[in-house]
């Protein structure tokens, strides 16, 4: 790794550590004086390389963590709490009130966002303003649902008015490569819906949410939302043991998934909303426009060094164009510029996982020991927070690269004769959230879209693997997720219809004209929002 340091800007430089000493718990901010844990950046604030100590949060019990799950049981109170109970406006107004106060902490976040997780000042910022832009989106169409309820419906001489109410207490545990996005993406849902929560952030990302706790605090009722920082075992077990979490959203890894859906004692009440991990893979046909095709496929594998469970995790090429392939693509990943988050151009930044440059090596080395070959020259070369990506081809289908969840720099290449065989391998995997296409052959193509579909739940056409927009459906198949999240069916998967029925008759008919008239009903309203 050809770095040098470079000194900080003043706008980015740590010039003290944040202690972060407080969690929320039932409204209120609770004081901390017990063991903590030391949050580190694996960006160096010095020449000689030395981790930076960015500051603490709590390292709380198993006391604790029960404590915030009987406040947001209680706020719940079997759904006949002040927040399950509150009128839709009431809900939007608190939600409103959070993300106003958000949009104030954007430039404390976004620094967070860097030095926690090594994200770029590009990337950070996008994170910020996707989250704000999501919360938004949120409640419009939160809005637009409830506008869609007000009316009643009659079917067999039976009147129904159909609503959508939540599902409970909600245990919410959110990723590290994306802890405000992806976190928020289950908790703004959730929320809005009526129901109460406990979230626990991830290990790393964890101090960018202390800007957040006093509006956490303030814009919601006491118990909806509590916030817990420690161990995930020693907090997580406790709390599902005691069958209080109506629901489970988390996104992660399936093993910890059902490790801790293992631990309710009543796993048919037990709702999960989960997005776990993928093998996303890249499929070059023929006759692929081969720039745009390499475009893509780098940014699909390196983006965020490829810590994205919707990075292209394996490239299958075909073999009559895999050897320009791969000459072009790997001279494109070595000129991919390495440094600090914030500096210019920068594409490739620090891992935040400490250990990622040693478990990535331990996957090349498995890879060249069964025949593969690093095509790029800067491919493996390891600093003390890094690892350059390595294109590996060929790579044996018995590599662990190739069967392993990366999740970090390192892309495999496999080169096929027949379509079908990457089509074979995909029905094999443990995984089906997404795949890339590139190829411009409609007979090729379209029967090619007919099978994927029924393998992942979103094939994308010339373009590399994503999320977004989050107005579109995101989830995926076998290992890959439980539930739908987007803007639209968050709401849906937080939530359960549920509907007053009364039969067609004049004495039915002048009690539901009268509690609409006198607007005494939360649930039983024709009210248009605006």
């Known amino acids: 790794m050809n770095y040098t340091f470079k000194e900080i800007p003043n706008e980015y430089k740590i010039n003290e550590t944040l202690s972060q000493d407080t969690y929320l718990i039932n409204g209120e901010l609770k004081k901390w004086n017990g063991d903590k844990a030391d949050v580190f950046s694996t960006i160096s604030s010095t020449e000689e390389y030395k981790p ?23 706020a719940y109170a079997r759904g006949q709490g002040l927040w399950p109970t509150m009128k839709v406006e009431g809900r939007i107004a608190a939600m409103e009130k959070f993300v106003a106060q958000m949009k104030t902490k954007r ?20 994170e910020f303003d996707r989250t704000i832009e999501y919360i938004y989106d949120t409640i419009e169409d939160y809005k637009q649902m409830d506008r869609d309820s007000a009316k009643f419906e009659k079917n067999s001489g039976v009147h129904a008015h159909i609503r959508r109410g939540p599902l409970g207490v909600v245990l919410c545990l959110g990723p590290y490569n994306y802890p405000l996005n992806e976190t928020f993406a289950l908790l703004i849902p959730a ?50 043991k005691t069958g209080l979490v109506d629901v489970l959203a988390l996104i992660g890894n399936s093993k910890s998934a059902n490790a801790i859906q293992a631990n309710h004692p009543q796993k048919n009440r037990l709702r999960l909303i989960l997005g776990l ?24 594998s390196t983006s965020f060094n490829g810590q994205r469970c919707t990075a292209l995790k394996v490239l299958y090429v075909h073999e009559d164009i895999v050897e320009e392939f791969n000459k072009r693509f790997a001279e494109r990943v070595d000129a991919l510029k390495f440094g600090n988050p914030w500096e210019e151009g920068v594409k490739l930044t620090p891992l935040p996982e400490p ?25 493996g070369k390891t600093s003390e927070n890094y690892i350059f990506p390595a294109v590996l081809y060929p790579v044996s289908k018995d590599s662990r690269v190739f069967e392993e969840e990366q999740f970090g ?12 065989e990457p089509i074979d391998d995909m029905a094999a ?23 994927l579909v029924n393998l992942v739940c979103r094939v994308n056409l010339n373009s590399a693997a994503q999320r977004g927009p989050d107005v579109y459906p995101f989830t995926g198949r076998k290992d890959s997720a439980v539930g739908t999240l987007s803007v639209h069916d968050a709401l849906r998967s937080f939530s359960i219809r549920t509907f007053v029925a009364a039969k067609d008759t004049d004495y039915n008919k002048a009690i539901l004209q009268e509690i609409l008239d006198q607007k005494n009903s939360n649930f039983i309203s024709t009210d248009y929002i605006l």
């Open 52 to 74: 930076t100590l960015l500051g603490s949060v709590p390292n709380l019990s198993e006391n604790e963590a029960l404590e915030a799950l009987n406040a947001a049981s209680n």
């Open 107 to 126: 430039e404390e976040i976004v620094k967070l966002l860097m030095w926690e997780i090594g994200k770029s000042l590009p990337d950070s910022e996008k």
């Open 191 to 240: 929320l809005i819906m009526g129901n109460t929560t406990v979230f626990k952030p991830a290990k790393h990302g964890v101090l960018l949410l202390t800007p957040l706790l006093e509006a956490f605090q303030t814009s919601f009722p006491a118990g909806v939302v509590n916030i817990i920082y420690g161990r995930g075992r020693t907090l997580v077990t406790p709390i599902m």
């Open 277 to 300: 991990e993928a093998k996303n893979p890249g499929i070059v046909l023929p006759e692929a426009d081969l720039d745009l095709a390499i475009n893509e496929c780098l940014a699909g």
């Open 355 to 379: 250990g990622k440059p040693a478990y990535i090596q331990e996957l090349i080395d498995d890879a060249t020991d069964k025949g593969a070959k690093v095509l790029n020259d800067n491919g």
């Open 409 to 420: 720099p390192v892309i495999p290449i496999v080169s096929f004769k027949d379509v079908q």
């Open 429 to 451: 995997s443990n995984y089906g959230q997404q795949v890339s296409v590139f190829g411009s052959n409609v007979r090729t193509l379209a029967p090619l879209i007919d099978t």
